[in-house]
T-cell receptor, first 114, second 113 residues
């Protein structure tokens, strides 16, 4: 158990819909990272927040957005969903803001778009 | 720009045999290099990381990796495979502390009894 929690574990929704994925980092960790894992694209970095502020963006679509709240939990919002958005979405956390630190991964949310 | 190449998608070894998982990287600056393991239905777990200290890095569960700048490689090894090592292994690179992590495609390790 990494100490990172993600809810829900599974999500099934229809094309065009909007969903919110939630992540609670390990106690004391200030950084939250979001990743998408799919068979086509592999594991792709989406976005990084540090202590409430966006620090880095990766291959995140404009239909996706994220935020980190004062209590340090984070939410990833996916809208106008397409079939190709079906994937495992991981959240990871680390104590500091740089990518050289170990990232602790949550168990993931499996999103299925039908 | 940075990238990682993990050749092959699947490696099968016998229990007790040497495990060798290959990783080659590309980075315009001295990189940070990582190996992560993913067990079925779980998130990723860090095995080891290289951050410009010793070139031979020891990790958890008996794994180690050697950074070879001349070969731009960071291969993962374990002298004797265990059934519990069966999992997917990802190599990742970060070109500097403020540069995002880029993962390879991953290699599935199977261990035969």
């Amino acid at each position: 158990d990494s100490g990172v929690t993600q809810t829900p574990k599974h999500l099934i929704t229809a094309t065009g819909q909007r969903v919110t994925l939630r992540c609670s980092p390990r106690s004391g960790d200030l950084s939250v990272y979001w990743y998408q894992q799919s068979l086509d694209q592999g594991l792709q970095f989406l976005i990084h927040y540090y202590n409430g502020e966006e620090r880095a963006k990766g291959n995140i679509l404009e239909r996706f957005s994220a935020q980190q709240f004062p209590d340090l939990h984070s939410e990833l919002n996916l809208s106008s969903l397409e079939l190709g958005d079906s994937a495992l979405y991981f959240c990871a956390s680390s104590p500091e803001g740089g990518f050289s630190y170990e990232q602790y991964f949550g168990p993931g949310t499996r999103l299925t778009v039908t | 720009a940075q990238s990682v190449t993990q050749l092959g998608s699947h490696v099968s070894v016998s229990e007790g045999a040497l495990v060798l998982l290959r990783c080659n990287y590309s980075s315009s600056v001295p990189p940070y290099l990582f190996w992560y393991v993913q067990y079925p239905n779980q998130g990723l777990q860090l095995l080891l990381k290289y951050t410009s200290a010793a070139t031979l890095v020891k990790g958890i569960n008996g794994f180690e990796a050697e950074f070879k700048k001349s070969e731009t490689s960071f291969h993962l090894t374990k002298p004797s495979a265990h059934m519990s090592d069966a999992a997917e292994y990802f190599c990742a690179v970060s070109a500097g502390a403020n540069s995002k992590l880029t993962f390879g495609k991953g290699i599935t390790l199977s261990v035969r009894p």
